[in-house]
């Protein structure tokens, strides 16, 4: 098997306005890879295309060996998306009963997987709460493990942690790393510069282009600086 996503001259452009401009990318199993760049960078945009939810303009992508847009594929892609999709007339239960439905899972795969997702993100003793009920966090935490449920090989996770308390953050970053070992390829846009020195690789978004990429100590040291902050800053702040 080649790399797990495959990213290949992609371009997007909603009428007139282009959004990504000629992205490259690979990405291999057993890494974390960041997308971080000012809002409105087009972060999301590409995101979206690498699940299949929007087309490029041009160029093309592949995942796990298969051209997007492919509906198989969404039994191997966790998605979190930055606005959270459930059910809030559902159970926190019943959501996660609700998305393990639409996979491949045996009936005892499936308990399992549901213990397993809600523990992680801390929601075990909310199950039976109705989801219109939830915190802000608690909706984002219920939609991590709306991503995880099906065991997927790629995660990508848009924003993650918006709105997650710091303690619960680390569980969760600890359980990333966890997941990365396990041979699983994961994709994280975020804003926040300790969760980008997590990542093993970094894309440095801006105005739709790739303007840096590679790991964190090596985009510190082609910025000459110590803090991923600084390269931020300096890299992808605001065009002079
Ligand atoms: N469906 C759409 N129609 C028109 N313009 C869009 C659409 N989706 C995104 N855009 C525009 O594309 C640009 C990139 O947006 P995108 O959400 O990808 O950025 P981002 O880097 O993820 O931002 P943030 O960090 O704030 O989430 C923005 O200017 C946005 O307004």
Known sequence: MGSTIVIKDVSKSFGKKEVLNNINLTMEPGQIYGLIGPSGSGKTTLVKIIVGMDRPSQGHVQVLDTPVPNLKLLQNIGYMAQADA????LTGEENLAFFASLFELKKDVKKKRIAY??????????????VQDYSGGMKRRLSLAVALIQDPQVLILDEPTVGIDPALRQSIWAEIQRLKTTGKTIVVTTHVMDEAERCDRLAMVRDGEI????????LKKQFAITSLEEVFLKAGGNKQ
């Open 86 to 89: 459930l059910y809030p007339d």
């Open 117 to 130: 997702a809600s523990e992680l993100v801390n929601l075990t003793t909310h199950l039976k709460k109705k």
């Open 211 to 218: 303007i840096t990429s590679g790991s964190p100590a090596e």
